[in-house]
């Protein structure tokens, strides 16, 4: 056996999700919102002018997939961590490394750090005089909001790329070039498959790429040939690989029992929330479709009449992340009637939508009231301003009358209470404070 048939094992023996990641833009999965053509970070990086950035989404949606393309496309330098298992030590020797490398070649290091928001303070500052300096072009890779997962210093130098779950399509046509790829994918096998199986992979997969190869890897794998060698992947097999039923109902009934369910919230319907939600497990719906959507409908729905909904929607919600099926039905269950059983107001979410509106239509110049602006490090102007700010903990009932609001909305009234649950207690205190 010579090197090459050895790389070619090495090669073999890789998941199938690692052997069909892209290798350019043009076989690039999704994402169109940022990648498509004429699109500022494909353009950046075609022009080789990337500046640090940050990639955040859901698993599986090709942030480490994009990160290679660049590495590959790009003339500089590309340097590897995992913010897991790398230190201040390994941080510091790539940004002299870096270094190095700019000062003898004149090449640029990208720097890409999976895990990003695992990076506590100390490891961030040990990087950021890198950043700053340009000796290293920052690549962070995240499944959290690095706004609020990672140190402000390190996000306000980058800039922020969204990446946004994979629709089914997507995924349903990377499997079916998986099926027929002889070089990377599973084309030796001469392995088919039922569309419905293909479909059934892609819905449950959860917009997540690595998960949709991994369970037709397992199918075809597992699956014995028939007489005539050819193995044929069956929804029974898709089944099994991905550990979920398919839905006992086409697709537009999916939509109308999540319809159903969403509307008998909004009834105090307990009775029938119950059932379409039980209905739709039953069917194949991942328990966590439920748990997201009511903790949606305690906020939207129920609102200030009763905050607790909130609480008990999102604490039901991880309590099956973290107990799992069955037994974690029961505390959604009893998210289920609370929200039901609670009292309605969609006023606050009106308010949102209103507020959302004025922010991104009304562009107001006067901006935040002058004794409203941080002084912490402002001039003697700036500090001579910020004076005319009123404490409210220095008034009785810790309120005072003034003006929050930018001057051309300063009459704005987004949120209006009813007198229904809190929100009529929330009605009464406005009064007592001659609030509208």
Same mark, same amino acid.
């Given at each position: 056996?010579?090197?090459?048939?050895?790389?070619?094992?090495?090669?073999?023996?890789?998941?199938?999700?690692?052997?069909?990641?892209?290798?350019?833009?043009?076989?690039?999965?999704?994402?169109?919102?940022?990648?498509?053509?004429?699109?500022?970070?494909?353009?950046?990086?075609?022009?080789?002018?990337?500046? /640090?950035?940050?990639?955040?989404?859901?698993?599986? $949606?090709?942030?480490?997939?994009?990160?290679?393309?660049?590495?590959? $496309?790009?003339?500089?330098?590309?340097?590897?961590?995992?913010?897991?298992?790398?230190?201040?030590?390994?941080?510091?020797?790539?940004?002299?490394?870096?270094?190095?490398?700019?000062?003898?070649?004149?090449?640029?290091?990208?720097?890409?750090?999976?895990?990003?928001?695992?990076?506590?303070?100390?490891?961030?500052?040990?990087?950021?005089?890198?950043?700053?300096?340009?000796?290293?072009?920052?690549?962070?890779? $995240?499944? @959290?909001?690095?706004?609020?997962?990672?140190?402000?210093?390190?996000?306000?130098?980058?800039?922020?790329?969204?990446?946004?779950?994979? /629709?089914?399509?997507?995924?349903?046509?990377?499997?079916?070039?998986?099926?027929?790829?002889?070089?990377?994918?599973?084309?030796?096998?001469?392995?088919?498959?039922? @569309?419905?199986?293909?479909?059934?992979?892609?819905?449950?997969?959860?917009?997540?790429?690595? $998960?949709?190869?991994?369970?037709?890897?397992?199918?075809?794998?597992?699956?014995?040939?028939?007489?005539?060698?050819?193995?044929?992947?069956?929804?029974?097999?898709?089944?099994?690989?991905?550990?979920?039923?398919?839905?006992?109902?086409?697709?537009?009934?999916?939509?109308?029992?999540?319809?159903?369910?969403?509307? /008998?919230?909004?009834?105090?319907?307990?009775?029938?929330?119950?059932?379409?939600?039980?209905?739709?497990?039953e069917g194949g719906c991942d328990p966590m479709t439920i748990a997201r959507r009511l903790t949606v409908h305690a906020s939207e729905d129920v609102g200030m009449a009763d905050p607790q909904a909130l609480v008990v929607a999102t604490s039901a919600m991880y309590a099956f992340e973290k107990i799992g099926?069955?037994?974690?039905?029961?505390?959604? /269950?009893?998210?289920?009637?609370?929200?039901?059983?609670?009292?309605?107001?969609?006023?606050?979410?009106?308010?949102?939508?209103?507020?959302?509106?004025?922010?991104? @239509?009304?562009?107001?110049?006067?901006?935040?009231?002058?004794?409203?602006?941080?002084?912490?490090?402002?001039?003697?102007?700036?500090?001579?301003?910020?004076?005319?700010?009123?404490?409210?903990?220095?008034?009785?009932?810790?309120?005072?009358?003034?003006?929050?609001?930018?001057?051309?909305?300063?009459?704005?009234?987004?949120?209006?209470?009813?007198?229904?649950?809190?929100?009529?207690?929330?009605?009464?205190?406005?009064?007592?404070?001659?609030?509208?």
């Amino acid at each position: 056996m010579d090197l090459f048939d050895l790389n070619g094992n090495e090669e073999r023996a890789k998941p199938l999700a690692e052997r069909m990641r892209a290798n350019n833009l043009n076989e690039f999965i999704g994402q169109k919102h940022i990648v498509a053509e004429g699109c500022l970070l494909r353009r950046a990086i075609a022009s080789d002018r990337l500046g /640090s950035c940050i990639f955040w989404g859901p698993p599986g $949606t090709g942030k480490t997939t994009l990160a290679n393309i660049i590495a590959s $496309t790009t003339h500089a330098d590309f340097i590897k961590l995992n913010a897991v298992q790398a230190g201040v030590a390994d941080v510091k020797k790539a940004a002299e490394q870096a270094r190095d490398t700019l000062k003898m070649y004149g090449r640029r290091t990208y720097l890409m750090l999976d895990e990003c928001h695992r990076f506590n303070k100390t490891q961030s500052d040990s990087l950021l005089p890198a950043i700053e300096q340009g000796t290293i072009i920052f690549i962070g890779s $995240t499944t @959290e909001n690095p706004y609020a997962s990672m140190t402000p210093a390190i996000v306000s130098r980058c800039r922020v790329f969204e990446f946004r779950e994979l /629709s089914e399509e997507d995924i349903e046509g990377a499997l079916k070039r998986a099926l027929s790829d002889r070089r990377k994918g599973l084309g030796e096998y001469a392995a088919e498959a039922e @569309e419905a199986a293909l479909k059934h992979i892609a819905r449950t997969a959860g917009g997540d790429l690595r $998960t949709a190869y991994n369970a037709l890897e397992l199918a075809v794998l597992t699956t014995p040939p028939r007489a005539d060698g050819k193995i044929f992947i069956t929804l029974g097999d898709a089944e099994q690989s991905i550990q979920r039923k398919a839905l006992s109902y086409n697709e537009d009934g999916y939509y109308d029992y999540l319809s159903a369910f969403c509307k /008998s919230l909004r009834g105090s319907d307990a009775n029938a929330a119950l059932y379409y939600a039980m209905r739709l497990i039953e069917g194949g719906c991942d328990p966590m479709t439920i748990a997201r959507r009511l903790t949606v409908h305690a906020s939207e729905d129920v609102g200030m009449a009763d905050p607790q909904a909130l609480v008990v929607a999102t604490s039901a919600m991880y309590a099956f992340e973290k107990i799992g099926y069955p037994e974690g039905l029961i505390p959604l /269950s009893n998210a289920i009637v609370y929200v039901c059983e609670a009292p309605k107001s969609n006023a606050a979410c009106a308010a949102f939508h209103a507020a959302l509106d004025d922010a991104r @239509e009304v562009r107001d110049d006067s901006g935040v009231p002058p004794y409203l602006k941080d002084n912490t490090f402002g001039d003697a102007k700036t500090k001579a301003q910020s004076a005319g700010y009123r404490y409210p903990h220095d008034y009785a009932e810790g309120y005072v009358e003034q003006q929050y609001l930018p001057e051309k909305l300063k009459d704005r009234v987004y949120y209006v209470p009813k007198d229904i649950g809190f929100e009529k207690t929330v009605k009464e205190l406005r009064k007592l404070k001659g609030k509208k």
